[in-house]
Protein backbone atom coordinates (compact mmCIF):
# COMPACT_ATOMS: atom_id res chain seq x y z
CA UNK A 1 0.00 0.00 0.00
CA UNK A 2 1.84 3.33 -1.04
CA UNK A 3 0.02 6.60 -1.98
CA UNK A 4 1.77 8.28 -5.44
CA UNK A 5 4.29 10.51 -3.44
CA UNK A 6 3.89 14.50 -4.42
CA UNK A 7 5.18 17.44 -2.44
CA UNK A 8 3.23 17.33 0.02
CA UNK A 9 5.01 14.19 1.07
CA UNK A 10 7.71 16.53 2.03
CA UNK A 11 7.98 18.47 4.68
CA UNK A 12 10.89 21.14 5.96
CA UNK A 13 12.29 21.85 9.53
CA UNK A 14 12.71 24.92 11.50
CA UNK A 15 16.54 23.75 10.46
CA UNK A 16 16.50 23.26 6.67
CA UNK A 17 16.24 19.45 6.92
CA UNK A 18 13.55 17.65 4.57
CA UNK A 19 11.78 15.20 6.00
CA UNK A 20 10.05 12.71 3.78
CA UNK A 21 6.37 11.01 5.64
CA UNK A 22 3.40 8.94 4.50
CA UNK A 23 0.01 10.07 5.89
CA UNK A 24 -2.63 7.49 5.27
CA UNK A 25 -6.48 7.52 6.20
CA UNK A 26 -6.16 11.06 7.01
CA UNK A 27 -10.25 10.97 7.71
CA UNK A 28 -9.45 8.93 10.65
CA UNK A 29 -9.28 10.97 13.98
CA UNK A 30 -7.10 8.30 16.07
CA UNK A 31 -3.41 8.86 15.03
CA UNK A 32 -1.00 6.58 14.86
CA UNK A 33 2.93 7.12 13.84
CA UNK A 34 5.01 4.28 13.36
CA UNK A 35 9.03 5.53 13.13
CA UNK A 36 11.65 3.07 11.54
CA UNK A 37 14.68 2.19 13.37
CA UNK A 38 18.75 2.80 12.33
CA UNK A 39 18.98 3.47 8.54
CA UNK A 40 15.95 1.52 7.92
CA UNK A 41 12.59 3.71 5.97
CA UNK A 42 8.99 3.88 5.81
CA UNK A 43 9.00 0.63 3.52
CA UNK A 44 9.39 -1.86 6.47
CA UNK A 45 6.08 -0.74 8.04
CA UNK A 46 4.12 -1.44 4.29
CA UNK A 47 2.60 -4.53 5.60
CA UNK A 48 1.12 -2.83 8.35
CA UNK A 49 -0.44 -0.01 7.42
CA UNK A 50 -3.24 -1.57 5.22
CA UNK A 51 -4.61 -3.08 8.39
CA UNK A 52 -4.19 -0.23 10.62
CA UNK A 53 -5.38 2.49 8.14
CA UNK A 54 -8.94 0.72 8.08
CA UNK A 55 -10.22 2.66 11.60
CA UNK A 56 -6.63 4.48 12.28
CA UNK A 57 -4.82 7.42 10.79
CA UNK A 58 -1.03 6.58 9.88
CA UNK A 59 1.77 8.45 9.51
CA UNK A 60 5.28 6.96 9.07
CA UNK A 61 8.26 9.28 8.07
CA UNK A 62 11.88 9.04 7.11
CA UNK A 63 14.22 9.98 9.64
CA UNK A 64 16.36 13.07 8.35
CA UNK A 65 19.33 11.41 6.79
CA UNK A 66 17.18 8.38 6.13
CA UNK A 67 15.48 7.11 3.09
CA UNK A 68 13.91 9.57 1.00
CA UNK A 69 14.51 12.46 3.55
CA UNK A 70 17.38 14.79 2.92
CA UNK A 71 20.84 13.99 3.73
CA UNK A 72 22.27 17.16 5.37
CA UNK A 73 25.24 17.17 7.48
CA UNK A 74 23.25 18.51 11.05
CA UNK A 75 21.16 17.93 13.50
CA UNK A 76 21.81 13.89 13.53
CA UNK A 77 21.35 13.82 17.40
CA UNK A 78 18.37 12.37 19.34
CA UNK A 79 17.82 15.82 20.62
CA UNK A 80 17.26 17.29 16.76
CA UNK A 81 15.28 14.01 15.77
CA UNK A 82 12.77 14.48 18.40
CA UNK A 83 12.40 17.97 17.04
CA UNK A 84 11.80 17.03 14.22
CA UNK A 85 9.12 14.98 15.45
CA UNK A 86 7.15 17.35 17.16
CA UNK A 87 7.22 19.86 14.44
CA UNK A 88 5.72 17.25 11.62
CA UNK A 89 3.16 16.54 14.25
CA UNK A 90 2.25 20.20 14.32
CA UNK A 91 2.57 20.88 10.73
CA UNK A 92 0.10 17.32 10.12
CA UNK A 93 -1.70 19.19 13.37
CA UNK A 94 -2.74 15.63 14.46
CA UNK A 95 -3.48 15.11 18.55
CA UNK A 96 -3.76 12.32 20.62
CA UNK A 97 -1.36 10.16 18.99
CA UNK A 98 -0.04 6.76 19.79
CA UNK A 99 3.68 7.38 18.52
CA UNK A 100 5.81 3.84 18.26
CA UNK A 101 9.55 3.85 17.48
CA UNK A 102 10.83 0.79 16.45
CA UNK A 103 14.91 -0.74 17.66
CA UNK A 104 17.15 2.49 17.98
CA UNK A 105 14.01 4.57 17.47
CA UNK A 106 12.71 4.23 20.76
CA UNK A 107 14.93 5.98 22.02
CA UNK A 108 13.26 9.07 20.06
CA UNK A 109 9.98 7.95 21.86
CA UNK A 110 11.50 8.32 25.46
CA UNK A 111 13.29 11.35 24.53
CA UNK A 112 10.45 12.71 23.03
CA UNK A 113 8.75 12.64 25.93
CA UNK A 114 11.36 13.70 28.21
CA UNK A 115 11.51 17.08 26.29
CA UNK A 116 7.84 17.56 25.18
CA UNK A 117 5.69 15.69 27.65
CA UNK A 118 2.65 14.71 26.03
CA UNK A 119 2.21 16.64 23.37
CA UNK A 120 -0.28 15.52 21.20
CA UNK A 121 0.87 12.29 22.39
CA UNK A 122 -1.78 9.99 23.87
CA UNK A 123 0.34 6.75 24.17
CA UNK A 124 3.64 5.50 23.28
CA UNK A 125 5.20 2.39 22.16
CA UNK A 126 8.29 0.68 21.96
CA UNK A 127 9.55 -1.75 19.52
CA UNK A 128 12.06 -4.10 20.17
CA UNK A 129 14.27 -0.89 21.32
CA UNK A 130 17.67 -1.00 22.75
CA UNK A 131 17.49 1.73 24.99
CA UNK A 132 21.47 2.71 25.78
CA UNK A 133 23.30 0.17 23.60
CA UNK A 134 26.76 0.76 25.46
CA UNK A 135 25.54 0.71 28.99
CA UNK A 136 27.47 -2.17 31.18
CA UNK A 137 23.19 -2.70 33.05
CA UNK A 138 21.80 -5.85 33.60
CA UNK A 139 19.28 -4.94 31.30
CA UNK A 140 21.48 -4.81 28.41
CA UNK A 141 22.71 -7.28 26.33
CA UNK A 142 23.99 -5.62 23.15
CA UNK A 143 27.10 -6.05 21.41
CA UNK A 144 28.22 -2.37 22.35
CA UNK A 145 28.11 -3.13 26.09
CA UNK A 146 30.26 -1.72 28.26
CA UNK A 147 31.33 1.11 26.08
CA UNK A 148 32.97 -0.87 23.13
CA UNK A 149 33.41 2.05 21.22
CA UNK A 150 36.26 -0.18 19.89
CA UNK A 151 33.82 -2.08 18.29
CA UNK A 152 31.58 0.90 17.06
CA UNK A 153 34.60 2.02 15.30
CA UNK A 154 35.26 -1.26 13.56
CA UNK A 155 32.04 -1.41 11.92
CA UNK A 156 31.78 2.63 10.63
CA UNK A 157 34.66 1.45 9.39
CA UNK A 158 33.44 -1.76 7.20
CA UNK A 159 30.37 0.40 6.60
CA UNK A 160 32.20 2.74 5.17
CA UNK A 161 34.32 0.87 2.95
CA UNK A 162 31.49 -1.19 1.61
CA UNK A 163 28.45 0.44 3.27
CA UNK A 164 25.93 -2.07 0.76
CA UNK A 165 27.88 -5.21 2.16
CA UNK A 166 27.29 -3.66 5.71
CA UNK A 167 23.59 -2.98 5.04
CA UNK A 168 23.23 -6.78 3.71
CA UNK A 169 25.13 -8.37 6.82
CA UNK A 170 22.74 -6.11 8.92
CA UNK A 171 19.73 -7.56 7.18
CA UNK A 172 20.80 -11.16 7.42
CA UNK A 173 20.68 -10.33 10.94
CA UNK A 174 17.40 -8.80 11.20
CA UNK A 175 15.89 -12.11 9.46
CA UNK A 176 18.05 -14.30 11.14
CA UNK A 177 16.42 -17.72 10.98
CA UNK A 178 12.74 -16.55 9.93
CA UNK A 179 10.96 -19.65 8.11
CA UNK A 180 9.78 -18.56 4.23
CA UNK A 181 12.32 -15.08 4.61
CA UNK A 182 14.38 -15.70 0.91
CA UNK A 183 17.61 -13.63 -0.48
CA UNK A 184 14.96 -11.46 -2.35
CA UNK A 185 13.77 -9.99 0.97
CA UNK A 186 17.54 -9.52 2.24
CA UNK A 187 18.25 -7.88 -1.21
CA UNK A 188 15.53 -5.26 -0.44
CA UNK A 189 16.35 -4.48 2.90
CA UNK A 190 19.68 -3.50 2.17
CA UNK A 191 18.81 -0.93 -0.23
CA UNK A 192 16.17 0.17 1.79
CA UNK A 193 19.40 0.97 4.18
CA UNK A 194 21.45 1.94 2.00
CA UNK A 195 19.95 5.11 1.56
CA UNK A 196 21.14 6.33 4.20
CA UNK A 197 25.20 7.07 3.79
CA UNK A 198 27.70 5.87 6.26
CA UNK A 199 28.19 9.80 7.75
CA UNK A 200 25.26 10.33 8.74
CA UNK A 201 24.13 6.67 9.94
CA UNK A 202 26.93 6.39 12.26
CA UNK A 203 27.15 10.01 13.11
CA UNK A 204 23.12 9.44 15.28
CA UNK A 205 24.51 5.91 15.97
CA UNK A 206 26.73 7.11 17.88
CA UNK A 207 24.68 9.61 19.83
CA UNK A 208 21.88 6.63 20.27
CA UNK A 209 24.09 4.37 22.17
CA UNK A 210 25.73 6.73 24.04
CA UNK A 211 22.54 7.73 25.68
CA UNK A 212 20.84 6.08 28.67
CA UNK A 213 17.12 6.45 27.56
CA UNK A 214 16.26 3.37 29.93
CA UNK A 215 16.54 5.77 32.59
CA UNK A 216 13.91 8.03 31.29
CA UNK A 217 10.95 5.29 31.34
CA UNK A 218 10.45 6.36 34.61
CA UNK A 219 9.14 9.66 34.03
CA UNK A 220 6.84 8.71 31.80
CA UNK A 221 3.07 8.82 32.82
CA UNK A 222 1.10 8.24 29.99
CA UNK A 223 0.13 4.17 28.74
CA UNK A 224 2.66 2.74 26.92
CA UNK A 225 2.85 -1.02 24.81
CA UNK A 226 5.94 -2.95 24.59
CA UNK A 227 7.04 -5.23 22.70
CA UNK A 228 9.99 -7.65 21.89
CA UNK A 229 11.48 -10.82 20.60
CA UNK A 230 14.94 -12.91 21.44
CA UNK A 231 17.02 -12.56 18.31
CA UNK A 232 20.67 -11.61 16.14
CA UNK A 233 19.68 -8.09 16.82
CA UNK A 234 18.18 -7.83 20.09
CA UNK A 235 19.32 -10.70 21.95
CA UNK A 236 16.81 -9.79 25.06
CA UNK A 237 14.10 -8.61 23.26
CA UNK A 238 11.27 -10.26 24.63
CA UNK A 239 12.64 -10.16 28.10
CA UNK A 240 13.15 -6.35 27.65
CA UNK A 241 9.60 -6.29 26.65
CA UNK A 242 8.23 -8.36 29.26
CA UNK A 243 9.97 -7.74 32.15
CA UNK A 244 12.75 -4.90 32.25
CA UNK A 245 10.64 -1.76 30.18
CA UNK A 246 7.48 -2.55 32.77
CA UNK A 247 9.33 -2.56 35.69
CA UNK A 248 11.25 0.64 34.86
CA UNK A 249 8.23 2.63 33.43
CA UNK A 250 6.69 3.78 36.98
CA UNK A 251 4.53 6.12 35.92
CA UNK A 252 2.81 4.49 33.36
CA UNK A 253 -0.92 4.63 34.14
CA UNK A 254 -1.65 1.44 31.76
CA UNK A 255 0.80 -1.03 30.21
CA UNK A 256 0.40 -3.47 27.89
CA UNK A 257 3.46 -6.50 26.79
CA UNK A 258 4.13 -8.53 23.83
CA UNK A 259 6.91 -11.04 24.05
CA UNK A 260 6.88 -12.38 20.22
CA UNK A 261 7.92 -15.89 20.38
CA UNK A 262 9.15 -15.36 16.75
CA UNK A 263 9.91 -13.00 13.70
CA UNK A 264 12.98 -11.67 15.71
CA UNK A 265 13.83 -7.90 15.30
CA UNK A 266 11.27 -7.40 12.31
CA UNK A 267 7.81 -9.50 13.53
CA UNK A 268 5.75 -6.91 12.69
CA UNK A 269 6.69 -7.20 9.42
CA UNK A 270 7.26 -10.86 8.98
CA UNK A 271 3.92 -11.43 10.95
CA UNK A 272 2.25 -8.11 10.31
CA UNK A 273 -1.77 -9.41 11.55
CA UNK A 274 -0.22 -10.79 14.85
CA UNK A 275 1.13 -7.26 15.50
CA UNK A 276 -1.45 -5.23 14.61
CA UNK A 277 -4.15 -7.28 16.11
CA UNK A 278 -2.15 -6.31 19.59
CA UNK A 279 -1.63 -2.78 19.00
CA UNK A 280 -5.12 -2.13 18.16
CA UNK A 281 -5.91 -4.39 21.62
CA UNK A 282 -3.59 -1.24 22.86
CA UNK A 283 -5.28 1.39 22.11
CA UNK A 284 -8.98 0.19 21.96
CA UNK A 285 -8.07 -0.43 25.77
CA UNK A 286 -6.99 3.39 26.03
CA UNK A 287 -9.74 4.52 24.12
CA UNK A 288 -12.46 2.75 26.39
CA UNK A 289 -10.08 3.47 29.46
CA UNK A 290 -10.43 0.17 30.69
CA UNK A 291 -6.69 0.67 32.17
CA UNK A 292 -8.14 2.51 34.59
CA UNK A 293 -8.63 -0.45 36.60
CA UNK A 294 -5.16 -1.43 36.65
CA UNK A 295 -3.54 1.61 37.63
CA UNK A 296 -1.13 2.00 40.18
CA UNK A 297 -1.93 3.04 43.44
Known sequence: MMNKITRDNFFRTSDDAIIYFEDYSKDKSDV??????FCCTTNFFANNVSGLSKEHRVITFDPRGQGKSSKGLQGHTIRRNCQDIKELLDHLDVKDVTMLGW???????????????????????????????AYDEDWNQHGLKGFNITRFNKKMEISTNNNLEYCTKFSHMM??????????????????????PTWISFAIYYDLVMQNGFELLEKIDVPMVF???????????KELAEKW?????????????????????????????????????????????????????
Open 245 to 297: WPKAAKQVPYYESYGFEHGGHVFFDVYPDEFNEKLLHFINSVNEKTYERYCKK
Open 32 to 37: IVLIPG
Open 227 to 237: FGANGTVTANG
Open 175 to 196: YDGIDGVDEAKIIWAAEEMVQT
Open 103 to 133: SMAGQYIVRYFDLYKNHRIKALGLIDCPLGA
